[in-house]
């Protein structure tokens, strides 16, 4: 039955969204997965939205995107997308799906409205580079 049927729990694979500086110095904004497991993660899938309820109770949200990954090697990041700071005040979602020993696999992060900020950079693990992380 359903109720047998225990995935296991997603444990070090991280979103982290990282500033990062172009040609001219500019700074951009990406969104990375981080896979700090020692096996590949198979058929990656993350869907990535942001949403924000006001207060006179009508919702602020961007458009639902989707993104085909691929494998991701052990012990490696891979570039989700470009995040630009204007949704840094909504919650932005990330809804990652793979496959392990041929058992289906999914957990959600959220980054919360106002949370991706300087005061709360960290390094980012095999990235070495400063931003906000999930894990």
């Given at each position: 039955?359903?109720?047998?049927?225990?995935?296991?729990?997603?444990?070090?694979?991280?979103?982290?969204?990282?500033?990062?500086?172009?040609?001219?110095?500019?700074?951009n904004?990406?969104?990375?997965?981080?896979?700090?497991?020692?096996?590949?993660?198979?058929?990656?899938?993350?869907?990535?939205?942001?949403?924000?309820?006001?207060?006179?109770?009508?919702?602020?949200?961007?458009?639902?995107?989707?993104?085909?990954?691929?494998?991701?090697?052990?012990?490696?990041?891979?570039?989700?997308?470009?995040?630009?700071?204007?949704?840094?005040?909504?919650?932005?979602?990330?809804?990652l799906?793979?496959f392990?020993?041929n058992?289906?696999?999914?957990?959600?992060y959220?980054f919360?409205?106002?949370?991706?900020?300087?005061?709360?950079f960290?390094?980012?693990?095999?990235?070495?580079?400063?931003?906000?992380?999930?894990g």
């Amino acid at each position: 039955m359903i109720k047998d049927i225990q995935p296991e729990p997603v444990k070090n694979v991280a979103i982290a969204v990282v500033e990062e500086f172009n040609e001219l110095n500019q700074p951009n904004w990406n969104v990375y997965i981080v896979n700090l497991k020692e096996i590949t993660l198979e058929n990656v899938l993350i869907s990535s939205k942001g949403y924000l309820k006001l207060d006179d109770g009508s919702e602020k949200k961007t458009s639902l995107l989707r993104h085909s990954l691929g494998n991701i090697a052990p012990k490696s990041f891979v570039k989700i997308e470009p995040i630009i700071e204007e949704v840094f005040g909504l919650h932005n979602e990330y809804w990652l799906s793979y496959f392990s020993n041929n058992q289906l696999l999914d957990k959600k992060y959220i980054f919360l409205a106002e949370t991706i900020k300087k005061e709360n950079f960290t390094t980012i693990p095999l990235l070495n580079k400063k931003g906000v992380m999930i894990g």
